[in-house]
């Protein structure tokens, strides 16, 4: 089964400018999570979605929002660029059956680097 | 506030012996603890887990301990192996509702000597 696919995998933008990073996640996955990762620091909850719907959502200002597709891909917007939005943005699936855990598991992550 | 603290940055542990990892965290509504693995330029990779119910949980080479009393996690290694150096995250689960939203401590980088 193929795992959690991430694109772009690198991306270089200016300040100002926005972004949109795309996940596809394993397949049966109803559930995506993204979060961020800056040095020294560990993963920042973003967002989570689950059947086209947000259900939850971390400490980010409203420049970063997401939405979910039918099929569970899930995509990312970042506008209005800052120098600290560089980092490695991260996706997770999770397959949310009760009994099961709560595993997630993460693709390769986006690397974004604002200048 | 961190709420899941991992205070050792680095740790240096020779091959063939034991890694222990530490967690600590302060919610005392955590139900599911996590351990990822994570190697440079690559996404974290799950390791184990263990239920807030449960006190040991054991796979292969890893075991997870943990202390409720103590809110406290760790993660054993044994034997460790040169490529077991890496970034290991400790993450965990707020009870109740439907959310799948982990907190993760900081990390520490485990490096094993040949």
């Known amino acids: 089964k193929a795992g959690v696919t991430q694109t772009p995998r690198y991306l270089i933008k200016t300040r100002g400018q926005q972004v949109t990073l795309s996940c596809s996640p394993i397949s049966g996955h109803r559930s995506v999570s993204w979060y961020q990762q800056t040095p020294g620091q560990g993963l920042q909850f973003l967002f989570e979605?689950?059947?086209?719907?947000?259900?939850n959502k971390g400490n980010f200002p409203g420049r970063f929002s997401g939405r979910q597709f039918s099929n569970s891909r899930s995509e990312m917007n970042v506008s209005t660029l800052e120098l600290g939005d560089s980092a490695l943005y991260l996706c997770?699936?999770?397959?949310?059956?009760?009994?099961?855990?709560?595993?997630?598991?993460f693709g390769p992550g986006t690397r974004l680097t604002v200048t | 506030d961190q709420q899941v603290k991992q205070n050792s940055p680095s740790l240096s542990v020779q091959e063939g012996r034991i890694s222990i990892l530490n967690c600590d965290y302060t919610?005392?509504?955590?139900?599911?603890f996590l351990w990822y693995k994570k190697y440079p330029a690559e996404g974290p990779t799950f390791l184990i887990s263990i239920s807030s119910i449960k006190d040991k949980n054991e796979d292969g080479r890893f075991t997870v301990f943990l202390n409720k009393s103590a809110k406290h996690l760790s993660l054993h290694i044994v034997p460790s192996q040169p490529g077991d150096s890496a970034v290991y995250f400790c993450a965990a689960r707020v009870a109740g509702g439907a959310t799948n939203k982990l907190i993760f401590g900081t990390g520490t980088l485990l490096a094993v000597q040949p």
């Open positions: 979605y689950f059947s086209e719907t947000q259900r």
């Open positions: 919610n005392s509504m955590f139900d599911y």
């Open positions: 997770a699936s999770s397959l949310v059956a009760r009994g099961l855990g709560y595993e997630q598991y």
